[in-house]
């Protein structure tokens, strides 16, 4: 669902006469003509040459744009794609499957925040780990942080599997790994560069059939935006909201679930996640980690949810 | 037309055209705004940080609309009519739609002897079996979704090609369902505020290539709404969040008479000052303004554990009463 970025291309019944007239006016673009086709048509009703062209290149415009880029689904549609299409992927922690209603939903965005060493970083393996093994699909871990550990998630996996004959176990391993795939991504650059060359990939694979890929995990999210925070201008804002969207959109269209990190920072006495107000308007669900240092047991609070009362948690614990 | 002279002169009594524009423009009740009655013309901005029930809110107004007044002598009270709901932020979760629409449903047809008034009119024909009623449930529910339109923009540029295409898609569920489109919601208003404050507009001069400027595209944003309320009568609820934090005082003069009631609910009173970040243009559109946002008492119910407590006042018109309200899976209940 993206705008056609030249009229000829992608509109073919956009006629020769209606082209002119666009170009007469500075119009060259779909993009350019959403914004200002209807201000030119009123301003040059008055011009006589003009009226016969416009105002049918304009309607037909945009009965394309309905018809090929936007398009308006109901409640009935909606639901139906959202059951078919959209699974709940288990994290393999019970309690949180339980808080969660079944696990980290596909098509939809989710954010772990918390302290330092409060595992975030453990939780993000356990449930690659976890999807990987019950057979959900593949899984795309970008890593920001040099934080991913192969030797970590073997342990995971023969954790969750049990014990098995050597032989077995390294076959099992082997095919585990081999659908878990983590690139190091070092600036915000080169995660979008990653996130665009992912949407490539899963147009490939919808021609080509394998193992479904169905999460995406980013830890953590907030080591690449923090610095282009900071300064008065708004750039960096804006790469960051992009780069959410950039997400977001990824989760519905090809049905991942999106899993990101991002830590918190202390002001005024009490912390708060990173990243500041923006930023919360981007993750579907929120989820908050935290643990007393020493311990095994990580407490895990929901912030936000899409259909669930927030504050609500629970205990859980990630074994070693 | 055939007799305009005739249709001039009709005289008509203040009851029949308070009957006439209950029914042409019937008024839109949903907690927690239910105070002031919010009619077709208004724009209403439902401001708040997040997590503040913004989107819960939308949700409440989206099924009063779509329901039906009355379904099988089962009274529902719902305005039967389209509604259309543009997603800037992506976040709408059709599950949790559903959810409240059955609930809904499932209680009106619970207490259907108890509470509804025209209790009188329903026939023993239509207090049936229980497998007989989760047929009806279903037609009744699969009904009230298709009045239900959804489309989700990832920029700014389909989010103006959406409301070009809200009345072409009104005028087809016209012809497809019998009723028109009636309420407009936009949940998040400001989502693309940063993307556009980064890109001015490289030249002044309009016919060379600029990006899309924040003032064009409220500008924009502004005249298709006028546009598509020029044809047919519109509420339109636009949600939007906080994005800049707490900011100083001075920017919310309209705040300082209602000191008093900061100091008592100071829990919340932190909550409410925010800064405005849409163009006047937007603000001149709006007619009418509520606040919400959370507070930390949280309610019990006993049963389903505990639920945090959100508030709401009303900005335009100003009032000074705060009303508390909690989301249970049900939708929004009003706390007194």
Known sequence: ?320 | MENPRAWLLVNETAKAMFGRMEKERPSLVFPPLNHFSIRAGDVVEITGPSPSAKSEILLQAAIHCILPWEWNGICFRGLEMVVAYIDLDCRFDVLRLAQVLKLRIMSAYGSTHGTCRDSDKVSPRNSFMDSQADHLDHELFLSCMKRFLYIRCYNSSEFLAALKTVHHGSTSSREGLGVSLYVLIIDSIGAFHWNHRACQPLTKDGNTWEKLSLEKLTENVVQEIKNIQDVQPLIVLASKATIFGSATPTIHAHRGHSEGLKNKNKDVGNNFSYREYMSPLWQSLVTKKAFVGISDVVSSDGRNGEFPTYVCEWIKPHEDHLYKFVVRNNGICMVS
């Not at chain 1, 956009?14 to 201000?39: C, Q, T, Y």
């Not at chain 1, 945009?62 to 549609?77: A, D, P, Q």
């Not at chain 1, 300064?231 to 991942?256: F, H, I, P, T």
Request: glycine residues 8%; contains cysteine.
């Open chain 1, 1 to 320: 669902m993206s705008l056609p970025h030249s009229l000829e291309e992608e509109l073919p019944t956009v006629n020769d006469s209606f082209l002119r007239f666009g170009a007469s006016h500075g119009i060259l673009s779909a993009e350019k003509a959403l914004v200002h086709v209807p201000s030119v048509i009123d301003a040059s009703t008055k011009d006589e040459a003009d009226l016969g062209v416009s105002p049918k290149g304009a309607s037909r415009t945009l009965s394309n744009f309905e018809s090929k880029c936007l398009r308006w689904m109901n409640g009935v549609e909606l639901l139906d794609d959202a059951l078919r299409n959209k699974r709940f992927l288990p994290t393999g922690c019970e309690g949180i499957d339980t808080l969660l209603g079944g696990g980290l939903r596909e098509g939809q965005l989710t954010e772990i925040v918390g302290p330092s060493s409060s595992g975030k970083t453990q939780f993000c393996l356990y449930v690659a780990s976890n999807v990987a093994v019950k057979l959900c699909g593949s899984i795309v871990f970008l890593d920001t942080s040099n934080s991913f550990s192969p030797t970590r998630i073997a342990s995971i996996v023969n954790q969750i599997c049990g014990p098995a004959v050597k032989e077995g176990q390294e076959r099992r391993i082997k095919n585990i790994m081999s659908s878990i795939h983590c690139q190091s991504v070092f600036d915000i650059f080169s995660l979008q560069d990653a996130l665009h060359e992912l949407d490539n990939t899963l147009n490939m694979q919808t021609i080509r059939e394998g193992t479904k890929i169905c999460m995406l995990v980013v830890d953590s999210v907030s080591s690449l935006i923090t610095p282009i925070l900071g300064s008065k201008s708004s750039q960096g804002r804006s790469l960051m909201v992009s780069v959410g969207y950039l997400m977001k959109q990824l989760a519905d269209e090809w049905n991942l679930s999106v899993l990101v990190t991002n830590h918190m920072v202390s002001g005024g006495g009490t912390s708060k996640p990173a990243l500041g107000e923006s930023w919360k308007c981007i993750p579907h669900v929120r989820l908050q980690l935290s643990r007393c240092p020493g311990s095994s047991i990580c407490n895990v609070s929901v912030l936000k949810h899409t259909s669930m009362a927030c504050n609500r948690s629970v205990d859980f614990e990630i074994p070693n």
